[in-house]
């Protein structure tokens, strides 16, 4: 199996899709997240430097280095615009990395998500998928977005402890996107969150997403 994660912002594969990356390499699985934007902090913290400083970019390699990915490509684009960097320039980028490895598994951002980004992103991604341009893609899945917005999820991934622990490691890479509680990114509602979507398919643990294309 390989998988590539289409990653809105880094921090998302770890917060969205940890467990799923783990359980493939698990699974003697290949994994790619390509990270398409840059975080900019300075609507925060006007003292705040962006993620092109290095900071991020560390903790974006502590994180694929705890659940085992393999390709780690970043574009940096800038994030809140999509006009910015021109929706050609944005799907050209995904074609190349879609020919470059030829995933048989793909996972996007929802298209429900709030974040401007993260369903232009989802918009982009179908079009570079479209039936004619699938070449080995067999399973295309959508993030069940953190806001609550998503639809009812209809894929599971169930993970063990030690699977989930990872996950929470991976996210605790991230310095500057801690949060805790009451935030869904605290690490008690990330653990509490998986529970829920482990009762849901009867496994202790479990991960959820919105298939939206299945080919087996």
């Known amino acids: ?8 912002h880094i921090d998302d594969e770890s917060i969205s899709c940890g467990g799923l990356i783990v359980r493939r390499v698990s699974e003697a699985g290949k994994v790619w997240v390509l990270v398409v934007h840059g975080r900019h902090y ?15 970019l560390e903790d974006f390699r502590a994180a694929a280095d705890q659940l085992g ?8 684009l800038e994030e809140g615009e999509p006009q910015h960097h021109g929706f050609y320039r944005l799907l050209s980028h995904v074609e190349h990395f879609l020919k470059t490895f030829q995933p048989n598994e793909v996972v996007i951002p929802s298209a429900d998500d709030l974040n401007q980004d993260h369903r232009h992103l989802n918009h982009v991604a179908k079009i570079a998928m479209r039936p004619i341009a699938l070449g080995d893609v067999k399973r295309v899945l959508e993030f069940v977005a953190l806001d ?37 990114r605290a690490p008690e509602n990330v653990e509490a ?24």
């Open 1 to 8: 199996m390989r998988t590539l994660i289409i990653a809105p």
């Open 42 to 56: 300075g609507n925060l913290d006007p003292n705040a430097q962006d993620a092109s400083d290095g900071r991020e």
């Open 69 to 76: 990915v393999d390709g780690r490509p970043v574009l940096l």
């Open 148 to 184: 609550g917005t998503a639809r009812r999820p209809n894929y599971f991934v169930a993970l063990t402890r030690s699977e989930l622990n990872l996950k929470l490691s991976a996210i605790n890479c991230y310095r500057r996107e801690r949060r805790g509680l009451p935030s869904p």
């Open 193 to 216: 969150q998986a529970r829920v979507w482990g009762a849901a398919c009867g496994a202790e643990f479990a991960e959820a997403y919105v298939q939206t294309l299945g080919i087996e």
